[in-house]
């Protein structure tokens, strides 16, 4: 009996020690006695994690007694490390405070990790909400005014009579750099001209400008890097802005955004209207700016089955049509000589399509997939050049990440049919697909160095396989210095879609002949310094100092070729890219000064001389001047532009662009009134922009802006959702 009572005695014993042993305790975290869903609480000892739920609460099971360092963090907060014994019989709640240094809290889709700017070792240039705003005021109908003013970015106009338009990073043209919408490659090949023109950027949360090679993450085509538009996302308070825009160049613009989250549902609705009448400031008789009509619309739907699943389906649909040239012909009166003019008609529609979800607090499975069609229609005096390009784009990614360390690997495939329209003299159809694997790691090898390592394999078919590593490491420390360096291989597939092209219209230009041509592969690096630090009370200063280099191999050239024809060849030698960037910001207040420099050396070494590239300044710079508070918004910008060599030999003339903006902002929005270039500087002032004959006219290289002065004012109206902008 004895032993029964104490084998009954020890059971019991050793049920209370398991009991005792395995405790659940629940941890909330709040802001303001709000609740914060998604913020991440971590036990170091147990190398154990969770995220809040959508009542802020991270619930831990099997936690054996005893005291333990719990950190929590969110971002756009101060992290929090506290001690908490086990057991509890109640919650433990925390309360987080804002971080003063949001900018530091950002997540950067781009570089397709969860990392905030602060902990990612790939270079990332970002461009947020409020600066966007300030700039679709100065150009609601397009976001080429946010590229322009970036350091180191030159908007190449490439045909005065349609304003076609590529961006330039680095010196490096148009086709070497990637443009994407939320991580999809929606733009590229034949619609890349004119893609710049047809995105407004009312409903994009933020701008990221990956500037180096970047096809370990995102394929072939990012050689001189990417450019990825972030749009807004439904939140639980609605969101409504009504924009409406006037120029003296009659340009007017409507553009209406409204998002809002219904429990587990979430809509954006996006709409743009944009008509410019054309505009001939020399009175030459051709038009500057193409008469324009365009309307672009961009809804979506959300879906949140539940905390750790999000999936999203989204339409983008655009039709634009541009039609420049000789203003009596513009305006339907041709006669004699009065004849020339050039129409790009162009529809697009593309799809976008995002499954999320957390399989784990550490492991997030995505899949997303979007075809784009996109036909344009460019029509000349006896000349037309017409077809149709559709694109898919799939992907499957599987992310996991410790406290030390963070994994991505992915797989995608992407495709690319161009048919142009039959009865053409030169049919240059061309249908690529490319498969890829990539793989990235980022790796804390201590609390000041983060390594970050990459590998990407493509097969693209008919032009082989290609292996891009990518390594990057980040050094920083409390003082407020940090460094990046960082390096890759990129390549890209040849299309007849290049500036050379597109100035010529695609005339007599054969197709592309895979058994001749190689595609083009590239290699480079860069580093960087970063310094924060406050002079004296209530005036900061950050400095960004970049040195940078790309060479490209096998660089696509277009040639004459027999008869009247041009072909592509390859290069016999590498385009190599080097310079420097400097950024500088002075905080004081509601006063804001940003300086920046860029030096640009862009070496066409295929050629016995060596020389620079034509139409690429080597000296550019930069000041703008902003005062930012409740009631008023002022800004003052001065850009310089250096001497450009031209394809004939000759050196265009320097010259400074000046601009101010003056924002009134009240309970419902804001009126505001721009004015650009206000010294009306225009290339026609020191060289013309049409050469004759009249009737069939000759347009130079273009080198600096065609429009001159322009005055904008407009209204913006915000009935609910703007508590916070001022």
């Known amino acids: 009996m ?42 170091e000892s147990l190398d154990k994690g969770a995220i809040t739920n959508f009542d802020g609460i991270a619930v831990f099971s099997d936690i054996p007694d005893g005291t333990y360092e719990v950190q929590i963090s969110f971002l756009g907060f101060e992290p929090v490390e506290v001690e908490v014994v086990v057991p509890q019989e109640s919650p433990l709640v925390f309360n987080l405070e804002e971080s003063e240094n949001t900018l530091d809290a950002v997540v950067l889709q781009s570089s397709r990790g969860t990392r905030t700017i602060r902990k990612t070792p790939t270079r990332v240039e970002f461009i947020g909400s409020e600066e966007l705003s300030e700039k679709a005021m100065m150009n609601p ?13 030159q908007m190449q106009q490439t045909s005065l009579s349609s304003g076609n338009t590529n961006i330039r990073i680095q010196g490096l043209d148009g086709r070497y750099t990637q443009l994407l919408r939320d991580g999809f490659p929606l733009y590229g090949g034949f619609s890349s001209g004119l893609s710049i023109l047809q995105i407004p950027p009312l409903d994009l949360q933020q701008f990221e400008i990956i500037k180096g090679s970047s096809s370990t993450l995102y394929g072939g085509g990012a050689i001189a890097g990417l450019v990825n538009m972030v749009s807004k996302t439904p939140e639980d308070e609605p969101e409504l802005q009504l924009m409406l825009s006037q120029t003296m160049a009659a340009g007017s613009t409507v553009n209406a955004f409204y998002s809002e989250r219904y429990g587990k549902l979430g809509i954006s609705l996006y709409g743009s ?37 999000r999936l999203w389906l989204g339409l983008n649909g655009t039709y634009d049509n541009r039609l420049g040239g000789d203003m009596n012909a513009i305006e339907g009166e041709p006669n004699g000589i009065h ?39 460019l029509t000349l005096p006896n000349l037309r050049f017409s077809g149709d390009q559709i694109n898919s784009f799939s992907e499957a990614t599987f992310q996991t990440f410790s406290k ?84 890759g291989l990129g390549y890209k597939i040849p299309d007849i879609f290049t500036e050379e092209a597109e100035r010529v219209n695609y005339e007599n230009i054969m197709p592309i002949d895979t058994s001749t041509l190689e595609a083009e592969r590239s290699y480079g690096g860069n580093i960087d310094f970063n310094y924060r630090s406050s002079l004296v009370t209530d005036i900061d200063v950050s400095i960004n100092q970049l040195f940078y280099v790309t060479a490209i191999r096998d660089g696509l050239l277009l040639n004459p070729s027999e008869g009247n024809f041009l072909a592509f060849e390859n290069a016999d030698g590498t385009i190599v890219s080097k310079g420097a960037e400097t950024n500088v910001k002075f905080s004081y207040k509601d006063f804001r000064w940003f300086l920046n420099y860029a030096y640009i050396d862009t070496r066409l070494n295929y050629l016995p001389t060596k020389p620079q590239k034509p139409l690429t300044a080597r000296h550019n710079a930069g000041s703008v001047v902003m005062y930012e508070g409740s009631v008023w918004m002022l800004g003052f910008e001065t850009f ?18 000046l601009g101010f903006l003056a924002m009134r902002n009240f309970d419902w929005g804001s009126v505001y009134v721009n004015f650009e270039n206000f010294t009306d500087r225009r290339q026609s002032r020191y060289s013309p922009l049409v050469l004759p004959p009249h009737e069939d006219p000759v347009f130079p290289e273009i080198y600096a802006p065609t429009d001159g002065f322009i005055l904008s004012a407009g209204i913006i109206i915000k009935p609910f959702g703007n508590e916070d902008e001022h």
């Open 2 to 43: 004895k032993k029964l009572i104490g084998s009954l005695m020890l059971s019991l014993m050793w049920c209370i020690s398991i009991y005792a042993q395995n405790n659940t305790i629940e941890i909330v975290v709040v802001s303001d006695n709000e609740p914060l869903s998604g913020a991440t609480v971590f036990i």
């Open 404 to 487: 030390e360390s963070d994994w991505i690997f992915g797989v995608n495939l992407y495709t690319v049919d161009f048919d142009e329209d039959d009865g053409e003299a030169l049919q240059r159809d061309q249908q690529d697909v490319t498969f890829g694997a990539f793989g990235k790691n980022i790796y804390d090898l201590s609390d000041s160095w983060i390594l970050e390592t990459g590998f990407r394999l493509d097969h693209a078919k008919d032009w082989g396989t290609f292996a891009l590593p990518r390594l990057s490491l980040l050094y920083k420390n409390d003082q407020g210095f940090s460094s990046r360096i960082g390096g």
């Open 640 to 657: 310089y532009t250096g001497q450009q060599l031209l394809p004939n030999g000759t050196k265009s003339r320097a010259y400074t662009l």
């Open 141 to 153: 109908n397009s976001v080429s005014m946010v590229l322009r003013e970036s350091t180191g970015i």
């Open 339 to 377: 004849q020339y003019t050039e129409e790009n008609n162009s529809k697009r529609l593309s799809s976008q399509f995002e499954y999320r979800t957390e399989l784990s607090p550490v492991n997030t499975l995505t899949v997303r997939n979007s075809i784009s069609y996109f036909n344009r229609e």
């Open 273 to 309: 209207g944009h008509y410019q009448k054309a505009y001939d400031p020399e009175d030459d008789d051709f038009s500057n700016l193409p008469e324009t009509r365009s309307v672009s619309f961009n809804p979506k739907v959300f879906y949140y089955p539940s905390d750790a699943t």
